[in-house]
């Protein structure tokens, strides 16, 4: 029995052999050509459908990728038109310029930087703090612009990415991370809007490698050196407004952000409540602040200064809010060793370590969000009354000055509203 191998008749599907063609096709033969690709030069071909359907392609190299661009139906493009269009894309490709690209522009495919621009007026509603928008693009302004702002959303690679990241990911781990981020959600929205297939940032992982920056805590100070950084403060130059913000701050345990643009129909001041809207809330959810008598002389204090018909509590300058690095800038210039936030961790240390109220309560009062699950499905109650207690304390303890070791227990100063 004879094995015929079938496989050896078959042609060897090969490049033809010689120069490539020059102007090869007729208008006769485009009108006969039977279906398939045929040759005509400069890479221009003419794609006949079993269907009949008559169109041109081009098949260039481009940036060193071999790239395919439709050049329109036969019926539209005559054949001279055609080999004009092909001729101005291999002109254009033997200069590093990229013919679909520019293609794709005409037809409206945006540039990176305008889809950035679209991505960012998406996102600013959901976002709470009012700088976020301005960082978030600001960051893509300087390290990614410089080299992807122009192109097509659609033509950015893999390697357009590495670009931009690797210079930064080992010595500005968190700004690259941010970046990448970013990068990532301009180039998704490009996926959902059909203007491209993929997402480059999925595959970089591994070729950028792991980070080994160090994290860094908010620089806080020890509780017993808080009541001295007050007195530091409100006998400093700054602006009477940020003084009384930074000291409503402390007293609150509040984060800058929500003291910053505190409202006035936010306070109740029969009550002695704040409640800052979810909106401002890093946990998004609405949260009642207990505000203690010295809490409550500091709004007086600020309703006296206030000017104008600002709906803000802490304002400067005709109502204007006070600037967001004004109070670390403050701190910064007396020579304390701190920033805004760390007081909140100030405040945590002095509850945790000199006083016997509940953990549950304390992280309540900075407004914590319950990790475990089964625990947030049962804590429904935000322990307000027990919170105003430990506040009173802190405030206690604040007045005092000293900072000396002493044990408070909870309740000194209102054991009648013990929750």
């Known amino acids: 029995m ?220 020890p509780h017993s050196e808080v009541a001295s950084v007050i007195r530091t403060v409100h006998s400093s130059a700054a602006v009477p407004a940020a003084k009384l913000a930074f000291e409503f701050l402390v007293l609150t345990a509040a984060r800058w952000s929500e003291v910053r643009w505190t409202e006035w129909s936010e306070i109740d001041r029969d009550g002695g409540v704040w409640t800052v809207p979810a909106r401002r809330m890093k946990a998004h959810r609405r949260q009642r602040v207990p505000l203690c008598g010295r809490a409550l002389e500091i709004l007086e204090a600020a309703r006296a200064l206030r000017e104008g018909a600002s709906p803000l509590v802490f304002t400067h300058g005709q109502g204007k809010p006070l600037h967001d690095s004004m109070l670390r800038r403050l701190l910064r210039e007396l020579g304390v060793a701190a920033v805004p936030h760390g007081f909140r961790s100030s405040f945590r240390d002095w509850a945790g370590e000199e006083t016997d109220h509940p953990r549950e309560v304390i992280e309540a009062a900075l407004a914590h969000v319950v990790r475990n699950r089964v625990e947030a499905a049962y804590a429904r109650s935000d322990l307000f009354e027990r919170r105003r207690v430990l506040m009173d304390d802190w405030a206690r303890y604040l007045a005092q000055g000293t900072g000396g070791p002493h044990q408070v227990q909870h309740g000194d100063l209102a054991r009648g509203r013990r929750g």
């Not at 050509?33 to 030069?41: E, I, L, V, W, Y």
């Not at 080299?147 to 357009?160: F, H, Q, R, W, Y």
């Not at 059909?194 to 792991?210: K, S």
């Open 2 to 221: 004879i094995n015929v191998n079938h496989t050896a008749r078959l042609p060897r599907k090969t490049k033809p052999k010689g120069r490539h063609p020059q102007k090869a096709l007729s208008p006769a033969f485009i009108r006969s050509a039977p279906p398939g690709r045929h040759a005509d030069g400069n890479g221009l071909y003419l794609f006949v459908q079993p269907s009949g359907t008559r169109s041109w392609i081009q098949r260039l190299l481009v940036r060193g990728r071999r790239r395919e661009l439709g050049l329109g139906s036969v019926a539209l493009v005559p054949l001279a038109k055609a080999r004009e269009k092909a001729l101005a894309n291999r002109m254009l490709a033997r200069q590093g310029g990229d013919p679909l690209a520019e293609k794709r522009r005409i037809e409206g495919i945006p540039t990176f930087a305008e889809a950035a621009a679209r991505v960012l007026e998406q996102k600013r509603g959901g976002w709470r703090g009012r700088r976020h928008p301005h960082d978030w693009m600001s960051s893509l302004r300087r390290f990614a612009f410089p080299l992807i702002g122009t192109m097509p959303v659609s033509e950015v690679t893999s390697a357009d990415v590495l670009e931009i990241l690797t210079p930064i990911w080992h010595t500005k781990a968190p700004m690259a991370r941010c970046v990448r981020q970013r990068l990532r959600a301009v180039l998704e929205w490009a996926v959902a809007m059909e203007y491209r297939l993929d997402n480059p940032c999925d595959r970089i992982g591994p070729v950028l490698g792991a980070q080994q920056d160090v994290v860094e805590h908010m620089r806080a100070l």
